[in-house]
Nanobody
Framework: QVQLVESGGGLVQTGGSLRLSCAAS????????MGWYRQAPGKQRELVAR???????TYADSVKGRFTISRDNAKNTVYLQMDSLKPEDTAVYYC?????????????WGQGTQVTVSS
């Protein structure tokens, strides 16, 4: 009933930028926390950034100062602006959201989008 659709991934050179977006749609009562995770080959999925419904953001130490998370509550959309990209940022990036549907709170995931940073 609820889906998150991601876009914006691609191939960039070291030092370049990308902007990811993720829009939630479906049987949504309210969207609570939203965030971005990434999973590199052979690695565990890790939290990159999180933003609360009120707009408070937190970041993994590895991306602080380079990535910016934001959201548009009217569009149920979360963004990740990625600047000064490094090869170690290469991963599949997944958006996630905690969404209330009726009386249930569930955690949803986007389909993933590949980000590749060449050296």
């Amino acid at each position: 009933q609820v889906q998150l659709v991601e876009s914006g991934g691609g191939l960039v050179q070291t030092g370049g930028s990308l902007r990811l977006s993720c829009a939630a749609s479906g049987n949504i009562f309210v969207v609570n926390n939203m965030g971005w995770y990434r999973q590199a080959p052979g690695k565990q999925r890790e939290l990159v950034a999180r933003i609360t419904a009120g707009g408070d953001a937190t970041y993994a130490d590895s991306v602080k100062g380079r990535f910016t998370i934001s959201r548009d509550n009217a569009k149920n959309t979360v963004y990740l602006q990625m600047d000064s990209l490094k090869p170690e940022d290469t991963a599949v990036y997944y958006c996630a959201a905690d969404i209330y549907t009726t009386i249930d709170l569930q955690h949803y995931w986007g389909q993933g989008t590949q980000v590749t940073v060449s050296s």
